[in-house]
Antibody, heavy 121, light 107 residues
Framework: QLQLHESGSGLVKPSQTLSLTCAVS??????????WSWIRQPPGKGLEWIGY???????YYNPSLKSRVTISVDRSKNQFSLKLSSVTAADTAVYYC?????????????WGQGTLVTVSS | DIRMTQSPSSLSASVGDRVTITCRAS??????LNWYQQKPGKAPKLLIY???SLQSGVPSRFSGSGSGTDFTLTISSLQPEDFATYYC?????????FGQGTKLEIK
């Protein structure tokens, strides 16, 4: 069974770069029919899609974050990563990685457990 | 951006009740609509994809319907484990967006 596990710094200073990694186990990140995504949820609030990366390496980002976001894949380690630069307190959230089933309809079919990132000096 | 609006934002119901949650898109999204359930401190879980397809392993008391701009998630007979927050999400646009969530509470 596919499992995703987020890791990275739980505390980031304002103006610095948030870096998270999602390790994929129980399946290959290179499997066809899937892309890989990051979603976040500020405390007590709803879900916000950050972006995703396709098998081809193409990326799509939420325009509200596009200038600060980079998603990349390391196939040798079966993991993908998120970098968010110039963070502020508004970036404090639980960050989830997820697999996107990219058939006729696209949906998040598997999620990591989430990791809380706090932006504070 | 395609805006997704759920109603109600919160709902109180009893075990055994039939419950319906509505999701409206700001433009037509065909059937590119998914539903997730989230319990406190946990990741969201996929319930319904493509508006009406039940994800494997999800109880049959959950069902989805709709197309275009109006969609519904129905729970036919509430069970204690169904009290959670529910989100709709559109994948019609490459810019995915979620509804604001509907919190289902015990009456």
């Amino acid at each position: 069974q596919l499992q995703l596990h987020e890791s990275g710094s739980g505390l980031v200073k304002p103006s610095q770069t948030l870096s998270l990694t999602c390790a994929v186990s129980g399946g290959s990140i290179s499997s066809g029919g899937y892309s890989w995504s990051w979603i976040r949820q500020p405390p007590g609030k709803g879900l916000e899609w950050i972006g995703y990366i396709f098998q081809s390496g193409s990326t799509y980002y939420n325009p509200s974050l596009k200038s600060r976001v980079t998603i990349s894949v390391d196939r040798s380690k079966n993991q993908f990563s998120l970098k968010l630069s110039s963070v502020t307190a508004a970036d404090t959230a639980v960050y989830y990685c997820a697999r996107v089933r990219t058939t006729v309809s696209q949906y998040f079919d598997s999620w990591g457990q989430g990791t809380l990132v706090t932006v504070s000096s | 951006d395609i805006r997704m609006t759920q109603s109600p934002s919160s709902l109180s119901a009893s075990v055994g009740d039939r419950v319906t949650i509505t999701c409206r898109a700001s433009q037509s999204i065909s059937t590119y609509l998914n539903w997730y359930q989230q319990k406190p401190g946990k990741a969201p879980k996929l319930l319904i994809y493509a508006a009406s397809s039940l994800q494997s392993g999800v109880p049959s008391r959950f069902s989805g319907s709709g197309s275009g701009t109006d969609f519904t998630l129905t729970i036919s007979s509430l069970q204690p484990e169904d009290f959670a927050t529910y989100y709709c999400q559109q994948s019609y646009s490459t810019l995915y967006t979620f509804g604001q969530g509907t919190k289902l509470e015990i009456k």
